[in-house]
T-cell receptor
């Protein structure tokens, strides 16, 4: 598609439950990035993929967060045993292969942990 | 490590007046710089990018930005504000040494007064 598609738009989970977010990148884009936006303005990088391979996972809290990008499937970000502090908007972005190509963002998934 | 500082978390301008949003960056390599706009409950939309070509970059919606290496700045301007410019604006630098993940500034919220 021509846009990065993220689902669901909103996700509500009780503390300790699992949350799974999905992202379909723009067709032809090789790179996928996940960011967490908290407090309406602070973006934190989580992880990036080059095709189905993890490219940079330095931002991932590995004990509870995991992510995948499998061929012919939307990418996913999964949070096990959610905590209140995981409440945020999670953005997915994709870009073409060359380094100066900008990242195109989806509309985000708002995750609320109760 | 890279960093981005946006001076002023809120800017209020009158319709028709100049919009000036300030961004200073820190980068150990020649940077790629971006300005994004975020409307409520939406993702980030690219306004413009600097990738080491012309230092004055023109973007969408009448915005432009000038890269000044000596000042490590990439300020965003628009000669005449429109009501539709009311949004949150983010400056970002691409980490070319680490998979092009973006480091964002804290954002500047623009309010346009009639």
């Amino acid at each position: 598609g021509e846009e990065v598609a993220q689902t669901p738009k909103h996700l509500v989970r009780g503390e300790g439950q699992k949350a799974k977010l999905y992202c379909a990148p723009i067709k032809g884009h090789s790179y996928v990035f996940w960011y967490q936006q908290v407090l309406k303005n602070e973006f934190k990088f989580l992880i990036s993929f080059q095709n189905e391979n993890v490219f940079d996972e330095t931002g991932m809290p590995k004990e509870r967060f995991s992510a995948k990008c499998l061929p012919n499937s939307p990418c996913s970000l999964e949070i096990q045993a959610t905590k209140l502090e995981d409440s945020a908007v999670y953005f997915c972005a994709s870009s073409q292969s060359t380094e100066y190509q900008p990242q195109h963002f989806g509309d985000g998934t708002r995750l609320s942990i109760l | 490590a890279q960093s981005v500082t946006q001076l002023g978390s809120h800017v209020s301008v009158s319709e028709g007046a100049l919009v000036l949003l300030r961004c200073n960056y820190s980068s150990s390599v020649p940077p790629y710089l971006f300005w994004y706009v975020q409307y409520p409950n939406q993702g980030l939309q690219l306004l413009l990018k600097y990738t080491s070509a012309a230092t004055l970059v023109k973007g969408i919606n009448g915005f432009e930005a000038e890269f000044k290496k000596s000042e490590t700045s990439f300020h965003l301007t628009k000669p005449s504000a429109h009501m539709s410019d009311a949004a949150e604006y983010f400056c970002a630098v691409s980490d070319r040494a680490a998979g092009n993940k973006l480091t964002f500034g804290g954002g500047t919220r623009v309010l346009v007064k009639p």
